[in-house]
């Protein structure tokens, strides 16, 4: 694990991060400014403008920081319509109104009232963004959910719950909001202990899940639809929230979910936390997780999920970082820091993990091993892990410097442009480091402690590749692939041109060579052409001389000589001529050429390679490797599609090939016995296996039927 150090213009802790795409970063700091920050580049990091705040601060003789938004609480990001309307929005410390950014142009765009007047101690403590990029929801500390249109900066709809005062969503503060990947339900968390799913375009409470504690913080999954909510418990909980498959487990007279205490995937000790209020209404459920993580034992700050669903990430106020794997339930590892952990985020392609940390202006960069072949490890005790030194996080002498700098200005609106230009070269300096190399400092999965994850599964894997014997199997590869196979001569006939392309004389362009790697043909220069020519013919001339010296020579040689002249000339000894060749270099080169690779691993016998080659082929190569000109090579590939069809592994490209093989070479095989017996051996075996299979089928079919009309 490798951990980069960045430091990208802010003079205060950093709070927020996030990735807005592969290359840049969104950071919000308490030095009251948003900035977008590339990974690789420097020159490209920028702060977004919050108008003009020197300006104003010049005229009104106060210092620019007091004249900034207030601190970032919490925002939300889409590319869905980055140059159309707002793509970011961000609330800030007291205060409920929340500030729409036109990220494209660098600058705040407009802010989002609440739609009635509400108590001033009221703050926006939650955000979030449709999938379509169009609208906005805010979740306020009083529990009223809101939809804007980002478009025209107005009300779009409110969620209302039944049952509740004053037509609020929540009875407590929202603490998260989250848009599915349909972009047709909205998911709210509240500090009251309820998930909520909400119909979009109408407003309508579809269902209400009862956790038992009060939720702080949360992560969403789009791709599976899992909710991680961390609790006031110290752990975090995985809910599937999908509407048609979530389980509960009662109605209303259930009891709250069970409170931390030992397990299998942390040994934290049990906190003191309360469960909230039994659910308020008959219709509400008591929500059974499908993961319970413990481990933690001070208030969880930030919990993500990883992009491939299999991690799990949570931080707290203990200065720990927990990594979970989801599907075996088990701790992968756990880093130990100075401060805590405020704020992380996922690089879009899982290559990087990007934390702040309380009292640092920096964003470190973790890499992530696995991404590069390393092998995943768990924590088998948990007790030697947490004995180890604290992890030192990069850290340089120009940070500490920076700790004591002040903002001189935005450097957002170009009549300020040459005013700050000194002070955002001062602030957007960008340091790289590596862990230090110390051993007491480092951590590594071989270490005591740490185990294997690939050991864990073994036995499972073990216990599959058991049960495989007998079954037929697919191979992983789309279907319109194979689909596609036994239909290629329709398909060419449809993709032909209906005329040839028109050629187009452009005698601007420099004319390329017409060999398989195209090359620039460049005229020759002429006096560079003529002393080509002078050379050649010099060379002409001294040939033949020589040639005239030989035969010569050779005459002289048969007068004396008799027949061993003769016997010399045909061994190659006389002067100027080269023994015969036999064959030509080009037959040699057609002949080599005519044994494909996917051919020349069927006549090794190596059926595994083939197979590997023949399904990453696409279905045009597919064809013509099936074009073959000789009856040995239809009996190999005959013998191949047994050898699979016997086995019953890619069942679906052992069919596909097989009709387009005997499509092909039908005729060729009624003609040959040999192959025609080969085929009838073949045919014989795919009446058997797909006997079984059929028998299978219609015996799921019919039980499938049977449940249905039973319900």
């Known amino acids: 694990r490798v951990s ?23 950071t919000a700091s308490e030095d009251r400014t948003v900035r977008l920050n590339h990974i690789y580049s420097e020159r490209l990091n920028h702060e977004l403008s919050q108008g003009e705040v020197d300006k104003r601060a010049r005229a009104q003789l106060v210092d620019p920081y007091e004249l900034r938004l207030p601190p970032v609480v919490d925002m939300a990001f889409t590319a869905a319509k980055l140059r159309t309307c707002a793509s970011l929005l961000t609330t800030h410390e007291g205060t409920d109104l929340v500030y729409a950014w036109r990220v494209d142009h660098a600058k705040r765009a407009f802010h989002l009232r609440p739609p009635t007047v509400q108590p001033v101690e009221t703050v926006a403590s939650s955000v979030c963004m449709s999938q379509c990029g169009y609208f906005g929801y805010v979740g306020l500390s009083t529990g009223l959910v809101t939809a804007y249109n980002l478009q025209a900066a107005e009300v779009r709809e409110r969620y209302f719950a039944p049952g509740l005062a004053e037509d609020r969503a929540h009875a407590g503060s929202v603490t998260g909001l989250r848009v599915n990947a349909l972009n047709s339900i909205l998911i709210s968390s509240s500090e009251d202990g309820y ?12 269902h209400s899940l009862f956790v038992g504690y009060a939720l702080l913080r949360s992560a969403y999954s789009k791709d599976n639809d899992f909710l991680a909510v961390a609790c006031d418990d110290h752990s975090i909980r995985l809910l599937d929230v999908n509407p048609d498959h979530f389980t509960v487990s009662g109605p209303a007279a259930a009891t709250p979910a069970a409170p931390a205490s030992s397990g299998p995937s942390g040994s934290g000790s049990k906190p003191e936390a309360k469960p909230t209020a039994a659910p308020s209404a008959a219709s509400d459920s008591v929500v059974q997780p499908i993961r319970h993580f413990r481990g933690h034992t001070k208030s969880i700050t930030a919990v993500l999920l990883a992009p491939n669903n299999t991690l799990l990430l949570s931080a707290s106020e203990d200065c720990t970082l927990r990594v979970y794997h989801i599907a075996t339930h088990k701790l992968v590892d756990i880093f130990k820091f100075e401060e805590h952990v405020t704020s992380m985020a996922f690089h879009p392609n899982n290559q990087f993990l990007a934390t702040t940390h309380a009292g640092s202006n920096t964003v470190h960069l973790w890499t992530n ?81 740490y ?14 590749d058991d049960q495989k014997e007998g079954l037929i ?197 009624t003609e040959s016995p040999t192959l025609a017996k080969q085929v009838e051996q073949l045919q014989a075996l795919h009446a058997e296996h797909w006997g079984g299979l059929q028998q299978q089928l219609g015996y799921s079919i019919c039980l499938l039927r049977s449940m249905t009309n039973s319900l």
Not at 195 to 206: N, T
Not at 389 to 412: E, N, R, Y
Not at 451 to 464: I, S, W
Not at 484 to 510: G, S, T, Y
């Open 4 to 26: 980069t150090q960045s430091t990208w213009g802010h003079w205060k802790p950093i709070t927020n991060v996030m990735f807005a795409n592969d290359n840049v970063t969104i």
């Open 195 to 206: 998930v909520k799913l909400w119909k979009r375009g109408d407003a309508q409470l579809l």
């Open 369 to 449: 091993m696995t991404k590069y072949g390393f092998l995943p490890t768990i924590v088998k005790d948990e007790e030697a892990v947490m004995n180890r030194p604290i992890q030192l996080l990069p850290s340089t002498t120009a940070d500490k410097q920076q700790d004591h700098m002040h903002a001189g200005g935005d450097g957002d609106s170009d009549d300020e442009a040459d005013d700050n230009d000194g002070d955002e070269e001062g602030r957007s300096s960008k340091k790289t480091s590596t862990l230090a190399t110390d051993p007491a400092n480092t951590i590594s999965p071989d270490d005591a402690g």
């Open 451 to 464: 185990e294997v994850l690939a050991n864990l599964t073994k036995p499972y894997r073990e216990h599959l």
């Open 473 to 669: 199997t697919f191979s992983s590869t789309p279907k319109p692939k194979w689909n596609a196979l036994p239909n290629m001569e329709l398909i060419i006939r449809r993709n032909r041109p209906v005329q040839p392309a028109k050629v187009v004389k452009a005698p601007f362009f420099l004319p390329t060579s017409t060999d398989l790697m195209p090359q620039w043909v460049l005229p020759e220069n002429p006096a560079k052409k003529r002393r080509v020519k002078e050379a050649t013919d010099a060379d002409t001339e001294a040939n033949a001389a020589d040639d005239d010296a030989a035969a010569a020579a050779a005459e002289n040689s048969d007068s004396a000589d008799g027949t061993d002249a003769d016997a010399d000339a045909d061994a190659g000894d006389v002067v100027g001529r080269k023994p015969s060749q036999s064959g030509s270099r080009l037959l040699k080169n057609m002949a080599e050429a005519a044994t494909t690779q996917f051919m020349a691993l069927l006549m090794h016998g190596r059926y595994d390679k083939a197979m590997s080659l023949l399904v990453a082929m696409p279905a045009a190569k597919i064809d013509v490797e099936l074009q073959v000109e000789q009856d040995e090579e239809v009996a190999l590939l005959l013998t191949f599609f047994e050898h699979y069809l016997r086995a019953g592994e890619h069942y679906e490209v052992v069919q596909a090939c097989l009709h387009s093989l005997l499509k092909v070479h039908g005729q060729r095989i």
